[in-house]
């Protein structure tokens, strides 16, 4: 199962709603990453766990808040939005890179957010 | 800082070769990756170099040279089904698995 899934696929949003998106994959990869990606734009990393741990967050605005539970599950919490936070989030999953030894990320299909 | 560079836009011919370029400046390099992404859907991994030269795979290839702070990749034999976007991502030394992507090539197969 090399299969990462996201829910929901479609999410739209006022500023003032408090909404969750979830990303879950079953490979055994330690790593998880959130990426947000605007119309023909690349995708731009957010935040990277390793080991159920945040190691990376790339100066992202705390309206975004995101949470490891367990090995094969990321969240995505989302508060007081803004509307041009508007854009398609993607998860992704990889083992975890070791010195000298990089791998592939493999990207759910993504939840298209809209906030009104 | 970082700079990765694609051409935004290539039109090809199907059964043709088509080469994507991509040039980088980044401190801390450690590989480079080319996914594929059709419209509406997730990247896809391609292809993966870290050290000089070509990697092969089917119909893709992938070269690499450091010192020059370059890749392409190839598609050959050109199908309808490789109209996509074409990222290529820098990984950086000292983080868990960081990916800086390119600006991403769309790339069109036309008849």
């Known amino acids: 199962d090399t299969e990462v899934t996201q829910t929901p696929k479609h999410l739209v949003m006022g500023m003032t709603n408090k909404k969750s998106l979830k990303c879950e994959q079953h490979?055994?990869?330690?790593?998880m990453y959130w990426y947000k990606q605007k119309a023909k734009k690349p995708p731009e990393l957010m935040f990277v766990?390793?080991?159920?741990?945040?190691?990376i967050n790339e100066s992202v605005p705390s309206r975004f808040s995101p949470e490891c539970p367990n090995s094969s599950l990321l969240n995505l919490h989302l508060h007081a939005l803004q509307p041009e936070d508007s854009a398609l989030y993607l998860c992704?999953?990889?083992?975890?890179?070791?010195?000298?030894?990089?791998?592939?990320?493999?990207f759910g299909p993504g939840t298209r957010l809209t906030v009104t | 800082g970082q700079n990765i560079d694609q051409p935004t836009e290539m039109t090809a011919t199907e059964g043709a070769i088509v080469q994507i370029n991509c040039t980088y400046q980044t401190s801390g390099f450690n590989g480079l990756f080319w996914y594929q992404q059709h419209a509406g859907e997730a990247p896809t991994f391609l292809s993966y170099?870290?050290?000089?030269g070509l990697e092969e795979k089917g119909r893709f290839s992938s070269f690499l040279s450091r010192s020059k702070g370059y890749s392409y990749l190839l598609l050959k034999e050109l199908q309808m089904k490789d109209s996509a976007s074409y990222l290529c991502?820098?990984?950086?030394?000292?983080?868990?698995?960081?990916?800086?992507f390119g600006t991403g090539t769309r790339l069109q197969v036309t008849l």
């Open positions: 170099n870290v050290l000089d």
């Open positions: 991502a820098v990984s950086h030394t000292g983080t868990a698995s960081k990916l800086t």
């Open positions: 490979m055994g990869h330690r790593a």
């Open positions: 766990y390793s080991y159920e741990k945040l190691s």
């Open positions: 992704a999953s990889s083992q975890v890179f070791e010195t000298r030894i990089n791998y592939e990320q493999y």
